[in-house]
């Protein structure tokens, strides 16, 4: 019974002993109810905040493969392409999926 009712521990980053039942409720009413996923994946939410990246003055680049993120001090500075070109910002925002942005960590 325990295992069945520590299914859901992994969606919310702790410990069955450590997570309060409520948390465990709320995750398991959720999945009861059916979960939510975007009409057309989760590339239509990166698609939703383009006009906001370039409302305040970002670049936002597509369908260009990325073949490294470029680290100054500790933290991401820029992505360098396959294709050579190299693109440095305060911020850089990755809509290929963790799988894929880690495949570029240095």
Do not use: Q, W
């Not at 409302?55 to 493969?65: D, H, S, W």
């Amino acid at each position: 019974m325990k295992a069945i009712l520590s299914i859901y521990v992994g969606y919310y980053g702790t410990l069955t002993n450590d997570s309060p039942f409520l948390v465990h409720a709320a995750t398991a009413n959720h999945y009861f109810h059916g979960s939510y996923f975007p009409i057309g994946g989760s590339k239509v939410i990166a698609e939703g905040l383009l006009g906001r990246v370039i409302e305040n003055g970002g670049n936002v680049i597509v369908e260009a493969e990325a073949e490294k993120l470029i680290f100054y001090d500790g933290k991401i500075c820029g992505v360098r392409l396959k294709s050579g070109e190299n693109f440095y910002a305060d911020r850089v925002v990755s809509a290929m999926g963790v799988k894929n942005s880690l495949k570029i960590l240095p």
